[in-house]
């Protein structure tokens, strides 16, 4: 089984590409983050015609989630335990949905950015990713074999070499201690980097700014990863980030993360 996440910053924008990646890739699950779109908006005929089902979660233009699978779609999740809202009143974001595909509870999560260390988002940021490792944790607690993929945009770098130039990020977000702290302490709760290993760093990004010839440049960072309970880590046989799919005119900025499982 070949499962894979992206941030598609747009998915009516670049369904074409979208299309044409799949069919390239031959993955068999995609978690997309950032559809910017409505569920009435989203492109279902682009993945229904490869054969995927499509499970979306979308309330305006910004944010929205979507898991694509040929292997099985059921079971979908708007949203996980405790999640925080947004606002005033606090309102829920599209920034998680979850399905059961070929066997694996697999998550599309889009992590709030955090804009500015001194801004009530980034408080936000943490307290979201909080209550993602409380959800995480009940749910291996639940069920210590469980196949679980927690997919998507975290929005943060957790190591030095995971940015272009770590003296740049001085008093940024993203690189932030308290940051790194919630990115580790689901690490800690049983769920592990499973790209990394195969492909390492530096130099290994996901998304490069559209701004300032960031790709060209080199200037990227690493804030896209797939983190899986310890059963399906031990089904991992490979990694990559498709850096290809980030060139190119109309493309993402960022690249498909993909994984590669073993059968049960």
Known sequence: MRLATWNVNSVRARSERVAAWLRRSDVDV???????????????EVFTELGYEVAHHGLSQWNGVAIASRVGLSDVRVGFPGQPGWGDPAEAEA???????????VWSLYVPNGREIDNPHYVYKLHWLDRLRE?????LAEEPEAQIALCGDWNIAPQ????????????????????RDAFQAMVDAGYADVVRPHAPGPGVYTYWDYKGLSFPKRKG?????????????ARVTGALVD????????????APVIVDLRPQ
């Open 30 to 44: 995609v978690a997309l983050q950032e559809t910017k779109c409505r569920d009435a908006q989203f492109p279902v």
């Open 95 to 105: 920034r998680a949905i979850g399905a059961v595909c070929g066997g694996v509870r």
């Open 135 to 139: 959800a995480g944790e009940s749910w």
């Open 160 to 179: 030095d070499d995971d940015v272009w130039d770590i003296a740049e990020f001085e008093g940024r977000t993203h690189v932030t201690k308290s940051e």
């Open 221 to 233: 960072m690493r804030i896209d990863f797939v983190l899986a309970s310890p059963a399906l880590s």
């Open 243 to 254: 850096r290809e799919e980030r060139k190119g005119k109309g493309a993402s900025d960022h």
